[in-house]
């Protein structure tokens, strides 16, 4: 796992650098919508992360009020932000419950979307 994100921050760091001034208009207008997809799909691995914290309840062993307010702490971001993060996992992903059991998502085809960038 810490391969891949080596690989993504490698990758980043090579697009935060890029002469973007040497693309065309349309190689330009291309790229800005794979690297839209590319958000979105990473939108959706960070939902994931969200949800396993959420599901092992890491917030409680670590003294925070709820999974969002240990993501507005650990992330350095809003309360809103942190809570619609917890809120979208628990809408667009499957679950499993403290038994083992899987919860469907109530909404499958939307973590679908975003699974796949769209």
Do not use: F, H, Y
């Amino acid at each position: 796992m810490w391969d891949a994100v080596g690989c993504l921050t490698a990758a980043v760091d090579g697009l935060a650098g890029a002469a973007w001034w040497r693309c065309g208009d349309e190689e330009l207008l291309d790229l800005q919508q794979v690297l839209e997809t590319a958000t979105r799909r990473l939108s959706a691995v960070s939902l994931r992360l969200v949800a396993e914290v959420d599901d092992r309840r890491l917030a409680t062993a670590r003294g925070a009020a709820s999974t969002a307010a240990l993501l507005r702490q650990l992330l350095n971001i809003s309360a809103g932000e942190a809570g619609w993060r917890v809120t979208a996992a628990e809408k667009l992903l499957e679950r499993r419950s403290p038994s083992g059991a899987v919860v469907p998502a109530p909404l499958p085809a939307t973590g679908a979307a975003l699974a796949e960038g769209s």
